[in-house]
C-alpha cells in the first residue's frame, strides 16, 4: 500500500512539473481580485521603458512641474479612462495630478491597442500602485473626440 501510495505522488509530481511548459506561469494579484500573468507584465515593462520611462522616469515618479508622476497617481485610479486617451492619442490639456499641475504636452504613444493594455496594466500594478488592471474592449472603447 506504501508503494501504491509512494507511485502516486511521484507520478502526480511529474505530472504538475512536466506540464508546466516552459513559459512562467507566476501570476500578480491586485486588489480586485484579479491576476495577470508574469509575462504580460514583463511585456508592459519592456513598452514602458521604451516609450514612458524618458518622461516618467524608471521608478514611475516623474518629474515635478514637468511629467506626472504615474507612482502613487490619483489621476489614473480617478481618471483612467482619460489617462488611456491621452498615452493613446496625445493631448495638451492640463492636468492635476496629487494636487500638482501639469501643462506638459503628452504626444501619442504610437502602440497598438494591445500594447497599451500590456504597459497600463504594468503601470496600475507597478510602484506600489494597485490599481486593478484594464481590457482591450476598454481601451478599444477610447475613441478619438
Same mark, same amino acid.
Given at each position: 500500500?506504501?508503494? =501504491?501510495?509512494? =507511485?502516486?505522488?511521484? @507520478?502526480?509530481?511529474?505530472l504538475i512539473t512536466a506540464c508546466g511548459?516552459?513559459?512562467?506561469?507566476?501570476?500578480? @494579484?491586485?486588489d480586485q481580485k484579479i491576476s495577470l500573468p508574469e509575462t504580460d507584465l514583463e511585456k508592459g515593462?519592456?513598452?514602458y521603458r521604451a516609450k514612458c520611462m524618458n518622461c516618467h522616469m524608471k521608478s514611475g515618479k516623474g518629474i515635478e512641474k514637468f511629467y506626472p508622476?504615474?507612482?502613487?497617481s490619483n489621476y489614473l485610479s480617478e481618471n483612467l479612462e &482619460?489617462? =488611456?486617451?491621452m498615452v493613446k492619442f496625445g493631448s495638451n490639456k492640463p492636468i492635476k495630478?496629487?494636487?500638482?499641475?501639469?501643462?506638459?504636452?503628452?504626444?501619442?504613444?504610437?502602440?497598438?491597442? &494591445? &500594447?497599451?493594455?500590456?504597459v497600463f496594466n504594468y503601470i496600475?500594478? @507597478?510602484?506600489?500602485? @494597485?490599481?486593478?488592471?484594464v481590457t482591450l474592449d476598454q481601451v478599444k472603447a477610447v475613441k478619438r473626440k
Amino acid at each position: 500500500m506504501k508503494l =501504491i501510495n509512494l =507511485i502516486f505522488v511521484f @507520478s502526480l509530481f511529474f505530472l504538475i512539473t512536466a506540464c508546466g511548459g516552459s513559459g512562467k506561469k507566476k501570476t500578480v @494579484s491586485t486588489d480586485q481580485k484579479i491576476s495577470l500573468p508574469e509575462t504580460d507584465l514583463e511585456k508592459g515593462a519592456v513598452l514602458y521603458r521604451a516609450k514612458c520611462m524618458n518622461c516618467h522616469m524608471k521608478s514611475g515618479k516623474g518629474i515635478e512641474k514637468f511629467y506626472p508622476p504615474l507612482a502613487g497617481s490619483n489621476y489614473l485610479s480617478e481618471n483612467l479612462e &482619460e489617462a =488611456i486617451y491621452m498615452v493613446k492619442f496625445g493631448s495638451n490639456k492640463p492636468i492635476k495630478v496629487n494636487g500638482v499641475k501639469y501643462n506638459s504636452l503628452m504626444p501619442a504613444s504610437g502602440l497598438t491597442d &494591445e &500594447e497599451l493594455v500590456l504597459v497600463f496594466n504594468y503601470i496600475l500594478n @507597478s510602484w506600489g500602485n @494597485s490599481y486593478g488592471s484594464v481590457t482591450l474592449d476598454q481601451v478599444k472603447a477610447v475613441k478619438r473626440k
